[in-house]
């Protein structure tokens, strides 16, 4: 059976979502428009995450995806938690303790981010204080470690990473007199996230990249043409440096033991991530938070289950690398995505569909034969793409509807495939994840115009 | 100089053979300042100029060449057969829903069968035969309709199942179709060549051909062609003809009394190919797949393909003055969707490899039919033009007819449907016809089915009612421009879209038409009937008379306030005109006739009254609303609104007078009701209509008074065997044919036109006659319903066909009115038809190859009468007989 047209739609934006950056005085005075985001499930329920927030107390927006494994637990406290250490870890002395004084004086707080949200996206009540105890904890050592120095973007960025990480597994180990959240903490633990996050502020671009989601530049060159710029390493058995990096941190007797089958450890997929203390605990540790854990947790092989060869914990770290990039007036948009994406598509393919789909470019070249050899299927062949593109271009008004809608119905000719496009979106859930993976994608759209502008400043 | 050209002509090579000529030809200006001799001085005058060298220029210069006439002048701006013409697909195909097409296309086919023979010059002619496909059911209907009228005039064909499809044809995909049209002796041709040899034979017998001359405007005095400027100087002549193609519009608009030729042209795409592997073999016949828009056909061992899309690309809108089609832009993306069908119909073409995609634009005209025919404002100025893509199909048949109307002043076939006056000004604006040829270019494919309506350029010319009417549920047709109301919607009765309801059977509107009969039957109904053509004649002494006397057939030498039916005929006693006359007093006559006279009527008195200043002409359609008031309350409501008695001893029928309705004075009202249903005509001056309607509609709602629209007035004139002009009646037809000599005063007094004509077929005798056919075992509801042209078999023999057709909801019986022949059993020669041989036979008629018995009357059902007025004259065909 196949899904009509109209019914292909509204599975395809059932997660979009748009922002536009607040003009202010008739002008964006941001280096951001505004971004498309939306996600598609492969999984039920699907595994990844996004988030989009503004910072209130200093400059800059952040985005981020997150693409989680065993679970969506740890995607979830992500996504939720890591925009606040990343914004907490960027504000300055005086800010932080205006906050911590609001607090310990019961007053309001300050607002530090605002959020852009899909009514989907949602965020756990029940964990709200366990977390905002947590993040008060890391701000009050930040008070007292007060350097005195201008915050740097990057370090922030790690730190926030980092300390993120580290707070869940302290979670996990204390556990939760509550016994929802004591489950709900080590759900988190023990299941794990990827995670990309942009820090866009002005001309500066920063990527915190932990794991194998992607971030990568659309720039326009000259002739109009589109070409991508990467602004991430995967963190996978793909990546030399990574490869070198883990074997580094371990005794040349594990060597071999340590990557198989473009896994870590034979499991892991990516060589970065939150979570998977499975990963990153002592085997003792391990042993003892499942057996003083709840009878769920006991029952779970998964998480019974220690990764063979487990000589010289952790294996694994949340530390993201990031990559600073000043924009230029030909940096049109950026594009964070998890893996479903990247496994289908080439960054190369992304930048133009984004590209054509943002300026818009519907009008084409007309064909001529010319002194070719094309045979009449060729040329039909030619005549409906050139119809899809511009159909679906109409269709969609997100560019990451726009994107997904390739990612799952190109055909072999990289164009829409209504017919493929059908079969993929119905798939039962059991097959859907064989197929395909979540995708989750952010399309952030620059402002040249005031790129240019910085950019003439300096 | 002839002989010299007819050898370039003769040989296909001859511009590669001949530089020297070309040369000269190319530069005619710098050749006369050099000593070299111009090969070819234009005369300077002749009898004959033609405007154009493609398939339509060549062909009338061939056929009037052949007639005998001598002094023929061809003039092309570029070279011969270098426009459409040269780019013209080449199929000459005889499956034409429209008679007179079809023998245009029949007679094309005989004529470039045997050119080759005749001229020398190869023509590439191959009977391949052609196969229109059906993807549904209505579309096989519309062929078995064709397949009927071929069937009928001689023409081979079948109808045949999708399997002998691929017989015939191996390379098409039948899983979608539902059967076909075989027309196996339909050809292929080069159409630049049929040009040639044309050319090669007209200038064989005479006609002087001259390429690269421009005309520049042609002269018109006093209502008549003089000559035409060229650019290489003035040439005389007594008649011209525009053969222009898509620049007629142009040149008719070039000189100071402009012609109108409403066409416009838009582009059109065929696609050429490489040969098959194994080369398709050059006798496969031509696919026409009208519900996939394409047509196929083999060429040079691969494909020929084009079509009609949705969405036509009109241009030149403003005109260009190119010398020659230049090759136009190829549109693929345009062409896509076409494309996208041809492969569905022949997948295996898919490898072929694409060798051209042809961009040549046709011209097409506001109702689809080609333009011919003399211009109602400029005696000796024919047209020959706007072929709608199918040129080289009519170009045989359209030549001959066209030759035939110079030469003998009337071409031998009724081509009023193809008739230059058929148009007049208001379908000459530009925005007009390039709104109106993007809806005509689809419908060369879309399915043609009864009672369409064109939904482009609409809401022209329009009563002060419409807005009236309309709000009530009005729902409308155009006839020349004018709005007229089909009938009225009832509050809360949702008819079908406009798509939907295109059928062959029982349309949606059955039931609200029968509610309009009925109350025209028991009530009264008004309808609103403006748009009928109407002139005043006048004159300071008895020239109106007497003129009036000569141009119609009837004595309108009656008493004033009488109206009289008469006939206009011409010399054979045919009717130009059907029309109704008043003679408002005695040197005035207010003439009534069918919408679509307006300019042939107009032309033809205007041709045939004397040039005297006291004698006026003039077209006062414009200054009137007419409403039809029908039923047998008609009367009760006039005379209440006018207080004048209004019953038959004060107001017989057939009478005419000025009175007051309402506040309004003036109001012409005549008791005639084109329908043979008692009732009156109100003619009100256009700024009382909206006073006079709302008078009639309040005092008449005590007597249940209605809205109509003409298909109720159709319906009741068909059952009374009332015959109309342009539907029933034509230029050769009589009204000794059509039950009328009773309309015909032969001792009238003095001669008129078509006297000696009729005098002689009373006498001897007619050769058709108009007879009425009861459908007997037709089923209104499930069977197909009958429209117009179906064939009809008088003891199983084939005697002529129908002219319009329509359900009587008294009768509970569809009638058809139709002509009947007799035809020699033997000889298939034409005898005289006599009123027993009409009651003499049993009849039946062939509806889309289905037959239905049906009785033949020749005269109406007295039964239907329930009022009889003036004993003398009473408004009806024949019926004085009882």
Known sequence: ?458 | AAGMFLRLLSDIQWRAAHPRWRRMAGSPRSSSTTAEPRPLALPAQAQVVICGGGIMGTSVAYHLSKMGLKDIVLLEQGRLAAGTTRFCAGIVSTARPVSIELKMAHYSNKLYQQLEQETGVQTGYTKTGSISLAQTQDRLISLKRIASSLNVMGIPCEIISPKKVLQLHPLINIHDLVGALYVPEDALVSSANVSLALATAASRNGVQIHERTSVSHVTIQKGRVTGVETDRGRVQCEYFVNCAGQWAYELGHSGEEPVHIPLHACEHFYLLTHPLQEPLSSSLPTIVDPDGRIYIRNWQGGILSGGFEKNPKPLFTEGRNQLEIQNLQEDWDHFGPLLGALLRRMPAVEALQIMQLVNCPESFTPDMRCIMGESPTARGYFVLAGMNSAGISYGGGAGKYLAEWIVNGYPSENVWPLDLKRFGTLQSSRTFLRHRVMEVMPLMYDLKVPRWDFQTGRQLRTSPLYDRLDAQGARWMEKHGFERVKYFVPPGNDLLDLDHSKTFYKPDWFDIVGSEVKCCKEAVCVIDMSSFTKFEISSTGDQALESLQYLFSNDLDVPVGHVVHTGMLNEKGGYENDCSIARLSKRSFFMISPTDQQVHCWAWLKNRLPDDSNLVLEDVTWKYTALNLIGPRAVDVLSELSYAPMTAEHFPSLFCKEMSVGYANGIRVMSITHTGEPGFVLYIPIEYALHVYNEVMNMGQKYGIRNAGYYALRSLRIEKFFAFWGQDLDAFTTPMECGREFQVKLDKGMEFLGQEALLEQKQNGVYKRFTMFILEDHDTDMDLWPWWGEPIFRNGRYVGKTTSSAYSYTLERHVCLGFVHHFDEKTGEELVVTTDFINQGEYEIDIAGQRFQAKAKLYPFSSLFTQRRRKDEVELSGYQRE
């Open chain 1, 1 to 458: 059976f196949y899904l009509t047209p109209p019914q292909v739609n509204s599975i395809l934006k059932a997660n979009e979502y748009s922002f536009k950056v607040p003009e202010f005085d008739g002008k964006n005075v941001s280096s951001i428009l505004g971004f498309d985001s939306n996600q598609l499930p492969a999984n039920a329920p699907i595994e990844d995450r996004r988030s989009a927030a503004t910072c209130l107390q200093t400059r800059g927006m952040l985005l981020g995806v997150f693409d989680g494994h065993a679970g969506c637990a740890c995607a979830q406290a992500v996504s939720e938690r890591l925009f606040y250490y990343i914004a907490v870890s960027l504000l300055p002395h005086e800010t932080l303790l205006e906050i911590e004084n609001a607090v310990e004086s019961g007053r309001a707080l300050l607002p530090i981010l605002q959020w852009h949200k899909h009514p989907n996206d949602y965020f756990s009540k029940e964990a709200s204080k366990l977390y905002f105890n947590s993040l008060r904890t890391y701000w009050q050592e930040l008070i007292d470690l007060n350097s005195g120095e201008t915050t740097d973007v990057r370090e922030a960025l790690i730190n926030a990473f980092k300390r993120l990480d580290n707070d869940i597994s302290l979670e996990a180990q204390v556990g939760d007199p509550n016994s929802f959240l004591n489950y709900l903490v080590l759900r988190v633990a023990f299941s794990g996230a990827t995670a990309c996050v942009a820090h866009v502020d002005g001309v500066d671009l920063h990527i915190a990249n932990t794991g194998d989601s992607r971030a990568m530049l659309g720039v326009q060159e000259e002739d109009g043409s589109w070409s991508a710029v990467s602004l991430s390493y995967d963190h996978n058995a793909q990546n030399e440096n990574e490869v070198e990096r883990v074997k580094m941190e371990h005794p040349k007797s594990e060597e071999k033991s340590l990557v198989k089958q473009d896994r870590l450890l034979g499991l892991l997929m990516p060589f970065r991530a939150f979570g998977d203390v499975k990963f990153k605990w002592s085997i003792e540790l391990q042993k003892r938070v499942v057996e003083s854990g709840p009878d769920q947790l006991n029952d779970n092989e998964y998480t019974k289950f220690i990764p063979p060869n487990y000589h010289t914990p952790p294996y694994l770290t949340a530390e993201p690398e990031v990559i600073h990039h000043k924009l230029r007036p030909q940096d049109k948009f950026l594009v964070l995505a998890t893996d479903g994406l990247w496994e289908t598509m080439h960054r190369q393919d992304v930048a133009r569909i984004v590209g054509e789909y943002l300026t818009g470019v519907h009008h084409q070249q007309p064909i001529a034969v010319g002194g070719y050899k094309v045979t009449l299927g060729q040329m039909h062949g030619l005549l409906t793409e050139r119809r899809a593109r511009i159909s679906s271009v109409f269709e969609d008004q997100n560019a990451a509807t726009h994107l997904i809608r390739h990612a799952v119905g190109n055909n072999e000719f990289g164009t829409v495939d209504h017919e493929r496009l059908s079969k993929m979106l119905s798939l039962p859930e059991e097959l859907a994840r064989m197929y395909r993976d979540d995708i989750t994608i952010i399309v952030v759209q620059f402002n040249s115009h005031v790129i240019g502008a910085y950019q003439n400043e300096e």
